[in-house]
């Protein structure tokens, strides 16, 4: 909360700059780029076929009898370089990944990403005849260095039809 507060200081500040800047009428295009570095900082965006997955939301994958594969993206639309700082990058909870129902089928490759970069991880849905048919749900953690979704996390859902 207090981190919240700085920001929103640090962002009236830099808003009354931009103003002064603009009223001084100078080209002060690279000052202002450092500035929005500081403010804009790294941010985390999650996609799976082009839509964004918003924090906190439920992703379905689908339903399967065998092995279902889903390919997510993690972009970095902020101005400074993305850390993901997880050990493992991507983790996931919860009854069904503990059972192992779903996984993660490949990790991101890199754990820093630069501004207007992605890097891609797959989480796989298994179905399974010791779990049986059912719906399948797990939570999907990704740590990064955003400043406001430092613990990015979503749900997935899909159906063993096995
Ligand atoms: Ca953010």
Redesign the pocket.
Known sequence: MGRRIIFGFINAVVVLLMVLFLVNGCEQSILRDVVRSIVMG???VVKQGGADIPANSDFNVGSTGSNLDTTFVIENE?LEILMLTGDPTVDLTGADADALAFIVESQPGIDAIDPGDTVDFIIRLSASAILGTGVRTAVVHIPNN????VSFSFSVTGTDSC
């Open positions: 790294p941010e985390i902020g955003d400043h406001d979704e």
